[in-house]
């Protein structure tokens, strides 16, 4: 069977990664017998130095007709690049943004796992680690305060700004309902997070969170606040399986997660819309500072394109042929810099992929 893939390769490490997860995915066709087509488009930076903006129509309507989308990262260094000095919508960020509303992509989920064969990366104690960390985050991504009224403006000669946290029920539902499912298919426990002491959408938040927990009775239910939940998820990350949180929580909370794990070049991430659609990318940024080095961690794209197989193609034995091969990688001991020891030989990015994509 074709599928049709569109790819963003983005900016900073995007193009190098991007090209090895479809090296891999080129393997992996030609394995189980499909054919992966694949269509750049540009996104971010890319996309402002030849059209002057981050995102163009005619690449939506190119990602709309894939059937899945594959993305790099993009954006730059904020305070060195010169797309930072355009204004706010025609930033590289912006692009991404409008990518999600355009495509309905309102469920982020965002899985944080300590690899074994990684644990010493671990940033936590070691008696923290030990209990290990496998938990995701289901961030809900096309509502609050990114999608919100923004306006900037002088009050009696007092530059002002404002920016707008609103939710309503429906969107609250769609993203719990969301977790619930995949909670139920986990360790069956939900931890709703908020600011419910003090935010009026949390408070709604909550309500109704509680109201579609009724529906999965076998799913426990906790609720924390925020602040409260940074903390334990430093204190005892093990603590977790499924975080169901709004828009600028998730974004927070999920650099965090990932950040424990000590291995943020190995988390993918997955955006879907009602259908299943999807937009996979990995949750770490385009790191511009390796940029053009051949030195990036391709495994936490590699991933997501595993992913990708599984949640948008149904192509589950494929998504499960390349984890088994990252896996295989992992356990032989090959290292990009990034998850390497002090001392421990390492590969470049291309390297990197070509072993995984000879695991397949
Ligand atoms: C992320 C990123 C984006 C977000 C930025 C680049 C707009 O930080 O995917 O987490 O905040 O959603
Ligand atoms: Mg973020």
Redesign the pocket.
């Known amino acids: 069977m074709k599928y049709n893939i569109t790819c963003i390769p983005g900016d900073g490490i995007g193009p190098e990664i991007v090209a090895e997860a479809k090296k891999v995915l080129e393997v992996t066709g030609r394995k189980f017998g499909h054919e992966f087509a694949f269509t750049d488009i540009l996104m971010g930076g890319a996309s402002i130095d030849v059209h002057g903006v981050p995102l163009t129509d005619e690449a939506i309507e190119t990602a709309k007709a894939a059937d899945a989308v594959l993305m790099g990262s993009?954006?730059g260094d904020t305070n060195t690049s010169p797309w930072y000095k355009l204004e706010p919508s025609k930033r590289?960020?912006a692009g991404?943004?409008k990518i999600?509303k355009a495509l309905g992509l309102f469920a982020?989920l965002r899985p944080a796992f300590l690899y074994d064969e990684l644990s010493s990366a671990c940033v936590l104690k070691k008696e923290i680690c030990d209990r290990g960390i496998d938990l995701i985050i289901v961030r809900e991504?096309t509502g609050g305060l990114?999608f919100g009224e923004r306006k900037t403006y002088e009050e009696n000669g007092i530059r002002t700004a404002v920016d707008t946290l609103k939710y309503d029920e429906s969107e609250i539902r769609r993203i719990a309902i969301r977790a619930f499912e995949i909670a139920g298919k986990r360790r069956k426990k939900i931890t709703s997070v908020d600011k419910a002491n003090v935010l009026d959408s949390s408070r709604l938040w909550r309500a109704v969170v509680n109201e579609v927990a009724k529906d999965y009775p076998d799913v426990t239910v906790e609720h924390m606040l925020v602040d409260n939940c940074a903390m334990q998820l430093v204190k005892d990350p093990s603590q977790f399986d499924v975080i169901l949180t709004e828009?600028?929580f998730?974004?927070i909370l999920?650099?965090e997660a990932s950040m424990i794990t000590g291995s943020i070049g190995m988390l993918s991430?997955a955006s879907l819309n009602e259908t299943g659609f999807g937009l996979y990318?990995p949750?770490h940024?385009s790191a511009p500072d390796i940029a053009g080095k051949n030195i990036a961690n391709p495994i936490a794209t590699i991933l997501s394109a595993a992913m990708m197989l599984r949640f948008s193609l149904n192509l589950q034995k494929e998504a499960d042929a390349i984890e088994a091969a990252v896996k295989t990688t992992l356990t032989e001991g090959v290292r990009t810099k990034d998850i390497a020891a002090a001392g421990e030989e390492t590969v470049s990015c291309s390297k990197m992929g070509d072993i995984i994509a000879s695991h397949i």
């Open positions: 993009i954006g590289p960020e991404l943004l999600r982020n991504l990114y828009n600028m998730g974004d999920s650099d991430s990318e949750s940024g």
